[in-house]
């Protein structure tokens, strides 16, 4: 039983390898198209599966093939193109859509704080003037404006959020080897 299947699957693959065939066809002087397996001056192919005949390409078609490569090069590139202007898109409205969120952030924080305070260098802060709140509280509007497009409303009746407690973080355990660490 398994010698004639081993039989069999190289018979069929035998058939499947002799298929595969170069088709040529060419036009004779009346007009004929003409089909064989066989390359003829003037021929083009139609079906391969293995190398060319050495000359098999008349000028015309290398003439031919050269300018679909200069034209699929040319497409390649604007599809390239295409896609790195959509992708400098995506990444402007990503950035404009962070930018639209702090700036709210910040017109809300400023907007609900009884004081305006803004952090020097070393942390330290500095507390402004009405005033110079109020100039503060209407730059943010602004801001808030041209990266939304339009400032949320603030109802002074709200209740106000209580403020979130914050955990102190752990401190880290030294990575001391305890052998380095000790003497004898």
């Known amino acids: 039983m398994l010698r004639r299947l081993s039989i069999s699957a190289l018979i069929l693959a035998g058939a499947f390898t002799l298929a595969r065939a170069d088709v040529y066809r060419w036009v004779d002087d009346h007009g004929q198209p003409h089909y064989s397996d066989q390359w003829m001056p003037g021929s083009e192919i139609i079906k391969t599966t293995k190398a060319h005949p050495p000359g098999w390409e008349s000028s015309s078609r290398a003439g031919d ?12 590139t604007q599809l390239g193109e295409q896609d ?3 992708a400098v898109q995506q990444d402007l409205a990503s950035r404009h859509a962070v930018l639209c969120k702090q700036s709210k952030d910040s017109y809300m924080r400023a907007i609900t704080s009884r004081r305006v305070y803004k952090e020097g260098g070393q942390g330290e802060r500095t507390y402004l003037s009405d005033a110079d709140a109020d100039a503060y509280r209407e730059q943010l509007r602004k801001q808030v404006q041209d990266y939304c497009g339009n ?3 603030f109802d002074p009746n709200a209740p106000v959020p209580a403020p979130q407690p914050v955990e102190p973080k752990p401190i880290p355990e030294p ?10």
């Open 65 to 76: 093939q050269k300018n679909l490569t200069a034209s699929n090069t040319k497409v390649s």
């Open 84 to 86: 790195n202007a959509r």
């Open 151 to 153: 400032v949320p409303q």
């Open 175 to 184: 990575k001391v080897n305890p052998a380095a660490a000790t003497s004898r």
